[in-house]
């Protein structure tokens, strides 16, 4: 990706922590409508529409990391979002411009879900962007309904792309939607018209509103012809410093293949995540930081045989990687404190 600018508020200008969300339950921030949910529920008005970039983090996928090529815990999302302005209709058709036009991705490797139940979103992708009926696949909640628990939440339509047909598990039954490396998906838009209550039950909001979600290490693979995101310019110098200090090679085979991506990231996630005043411990978010501390040294001892401590000299590429957050180099001494003493479990 181009070299970004440091920022001069890492968290864009949004509520403090973007890691750990400002409004209520949620540990860290899991997607990029988190700070706005009392946008969302119309408890705040003074913005319309909003376009982020923000730190996230998954909690759902850590064990996912490493067996495939797009799972991250720490991640950066970018978004657009309306607050009771703009809907479905001018929402699909900027994000098919923006995918096609101004990223130039061919139209021809790109599928679309919807919900199984949403016609209406179905008719747009097919009458008004001219999607063939064929690349419009109807998925259930699993896949295209959003929710973060409780809160603003509704039907999505996620955009895929094909990365080919040797990146297939194989079933008879592969298509837009399954778990495999063939279609992914980059690009999720959100119908956010539910409040959805502790109980489950779902009450259209007053104002129907739209959050998107785009990772940026996904979007920064497909642009750069990588189908793994741990090939692409984000990671692929934290990678190589990884090698360089084990002696291993990232196509030597599988499990260093996994190893190298589980440690890239959780290192990345640590750094950001200390950085924000987080510190490994026993409950609620520390319990989070040290369990994937405790894995990528678990993986280091493992399969890299590091029996001393290393993740803590990975701290200043990933701030050099990273240098568009400048907190990551003011606290790289604090957080390399931190990690030193992480070896193996
Ligand atoms: N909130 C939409 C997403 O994170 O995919």
Request: net charge neutral; hydrophobic share 35%.
């Amino acid at each position: 990706m181009t070299k970004r600018q440091p920022l001069v508020n890492s968290s864009n200008g949004f509520p403090p922590s973007t890691l750990q969300c400002p409004t209520r339950s949620p540990i860290f921030t899991s997607a990029g409508m988190a700070p706005f949910k009392p946008y969302f529920l119309g408890l705040k008005t003074d913005l319309k529409r909003a376009a982020s970039c923000q730190k996230c983090f998954r909690t759902t996928d850590i064990e996912n990391v490493g067996y495939t090529g797009r799972h991250h815990t720490f991640f950066e999302m970018l978004g657009n979002f309306s607050f009771g302005d703009y809907f479905k209709k001018d929402a699909i058709a900027w994000a098919w411009e923006f995918v096609t036009k101004e990223l130039g991705i061919d139209s021809r490797r790109l599928f679309v879900s919807i919900h199984h139940s949403d016609d209406e979103t179905g008719e747009i992708w097919k009458n008004c962007i001219g999607v063939p009926p064929d690349r419009i696949v109807k998925l259930g909640d699993k896949d295209n309904f959003w929710t973060i628990g409780v809160g603003p939440s509704g039907p999505c339509s996620e955009i895929y792309i094909d990365q080919g047909v040797e990146h297939s598990c194989g079933k008879p039954d592969c298509q837009v939607g399954c778990d495999c490396s063939r279609y992914v998906e980059f690009w999720n838009l959100v119908f956010t018209q539910f409040n959805r209550s502790e109980d489950g039950a779902l009450s259209p909001l007053e104002k129907r509103n739209i959050d998107t979600g785009m990772g940026l290490e996904r979007l920064a693979a497909i642009m750069q012809g990588k189908t793994d995101n741990y090939q692409n310019d984000v990671f692929s110098s934290l990678v190589s410093q990884i090698e360089k200090q084990t002696g291993s090679q990232f196509n030597q085979s599988s499990i260093i293949k996994t190893t190298l991506k589980v440690i890239s990231d959780h290192v990345r996630a640590l750094v950001f995540s200390l950085a924000e005043g987080a510190i490994p411990g026993n409950e609620g978010r520390g319990y989070v930081i040290r369990k994937i501390l405790r894995r990528a040294a678990r993986f280091g001892f493992r399969y890299l045989n590091q029996d001393k401590p290393f993740l803590f000299s990975l701290v200043p590429k990933v701030a050099e990687i990273m240098d568009f957050y400048p907190e990551l180099l003011q606290n790289q001494d604090h957080i390399a404190q931190i990690l030193k003493p992480a070896v193996k479990s």
